[in-house]
């Protein structure tokens, strides 16, 4: 799966004033990202605000990344919750030509024990027409996979990977010692991939890759590349900053970027509120600083 290597964007989702997706807003962005550095596209996950999108409104979305998609790169669509059966039924329902691979959340709220995890993952991984790759985020789910069910999962043939936002580079470790070597491991946590990439993650599923896809791009490359020097140079370029895009909830700072950048409206959907004006002042100032404006 090295079409999954690199930098994968996990696309925002813009709105228009009356709360509609704004598709002439998504194709500026699209081209954006694509002109300036992308390896893959990630859509209706989390930043894509995944949760307050209808199932026709995610399906669209997808048909629309698909037309749009002019550099033929792959795409990870975003299918995952906490009701197995519902999961199961968007599965059955989805169009996945074009679609390269599905992303998976663990379970949330319901708080299910290991071997429900494994025996949830199981049933999406034997459904799925394309390949699984799960997605660990305890930030956000309360709950985290174990690495021993992550080891265990690895051995079904249609997971073929994990996303790792457990923000914990023991857990890193562990996972890189711990996994085959054909498993891939892509890094959740922008701010820790420079670290990860010494420890053999092919990628990022990135937030920041939304907004600074061309020096999120040569950080990926330099540090899979094994240019950690650079790699380490652009890491703290957005080490303050990083931290500035989830104090509102992700994809509130994003959004605050791609307004400040002039790429759209930063507009969000309920419960999730729009940037503040101190969020807006401290993210130009800290743009500005690093020489992102």
Same mark, same amino acid.
């Given at each position: 799966?090295?079409? &999954?290597?690199?930098? %994968?964007?996990?696309?925002?989702?813009?709105?228009?004033?009356?709360?509609?997706?704004?598709?002439?807003?998504?194709?500026?962005?699209?081209?954006?990202?694509?002109e300036e550095g992308v390896d893959y596209y990630v859509v209706n996950g989390t930043t894509g605000?995944?949760?307050?999108?209808?199932?026709?409104?995610?399906?669209?979305?997808?048909?629309?990344?698909?037309?749009?998609?002019?550099?033929?790169?792959?795409?990870?669509?975003?299918?995952?919750?906490?009701?197995?059966?519902?999961?199961?039924?968007?599965?059955?329902?989805?169009?996945?030509?074009?679609?390269?691979?599905?992303?998976?959340?663990?379970?949330?709220?319901?708080?299910?024990?290991?071997?429900?995890?494994?025996?949830?993952?199981?049933?999406?991984?034997?459904?799925?027409?394309?390949?699984?790759?799960?997605?660990?985020?305890?930030?956000?789910?309360?709950?985290?996979?174990?690495?021993?069910?992550?080891?265990?999962?690895?051995?079904?043939?249609?997971?073929?990977?994990?996303?790792?936002?457990?923000?914990?580079?023991?857990?890193?470790?562990?996972?890189?010692?711990?996994?085959?070597?054909?498993? &891939?491991?892509?890094?959740?946590?922008?701010?820790?991939?420079?670290?990860?990439?010494?420890?053999?993650?092919?990628?990022?599923?990135?937030?920041?890759?939304?907004?600074?896809?061309?020096?999120?791009?040569?950080?990926?490359?330099?540090?899979?590349?094994?240019?950690?020097?650079?790699?380490?140079?652009?890491?703290?370029?957005? &080490?303050?900053?990083?931290?500035?895009?989830?104090?509102?909830?992700?994809?509130? %700072?994003?959004?605050?970027?791609?307004?400040?950048?002039?790429?759209?409206? %930063?507009?969000?959907?309920?419960?999730?509120?729009?940037?503040?004006?101190?969020?807006?002042?401290?993210?130009?100032?800290?743009?500005?600083?690093?020489?992102?404006?």
């Amino acid at each position: 799966m090295k079409e &999954l290597y690199g930098l %994968g964007t996990a696309l925002t989702t813009p709105f228009t004033e009356d709360n509609q997706v704004d598709y002439p807003a998504l194709k500026k962005h699209l081209d954006y990202i694509n002109e300036e550095g992308v390896d893959y596209y990630v859509v209706n996950g989390t930043t894509g605000e995944s949760a307050t999108l209808s199932k026709a409104e995610s399906a669209e979305i997808l048909s629309f990344v698909k037309k749009y998609n002019a550099g033929k790169r792959a795409i990870v669509f975003g299918i995952g919750g906490n009701n197995t059966q519902a999961v199961l039924d968007t599965i059955a329902q989805t169009d996945f030509e074009g679609v390269t691979a599905i992303l998976s959340v663990c379970p949330y709220y319901n708080k299910p024990s290991q071997r429900g995890i494994y025996l949830h993952f199981k049933a999406i991984a034997d459904a799925s027409p394309v390949p699984v790759i799960l997605y660990n985020v305890p930030g956000r789910t309360v709950i985290s996979m174990s690495v021993e069910t992550i080891a265990e999962l690895a051995k079904h043939p249609n997971i073929i990977g994990l996303k790792d936002a457990s923000s914990s580079i023991e857990v890193a470790i562990d996972l890189s010692r711990t996994l085959p070597d054909d498993f &891939l491991l892509l890094s959740g946590d922008d701010n820790l991939f420079t670290a990860q990439a010494s420890l053999g993650y092919k990628g990022v599923i990135s937030v920041i890759g939304n907004g600074f896809p061309k020096e999120f791009y040569e950080l990926v490359h330099s540090a899979m590349e094994g240019d950690f020097d650079n790699a380490k140079r652009l890491q703290g370029k957005f &080490l303050d900053f990083d931290t500035l895009l989830y104090i509102e909830s992700n994809p509130v %700072g994003i959004k605050c970027v791609l307004d400040i950048k002039g790429i759209y409206d %930063g507009r969000v959907r309920l419960p999730l509120a729009k940037a503040s004006d101190e969020l807006y002042q401290k993210m130009e100032t800290s743009m500005r600083k690093e020489g992102f404006l």
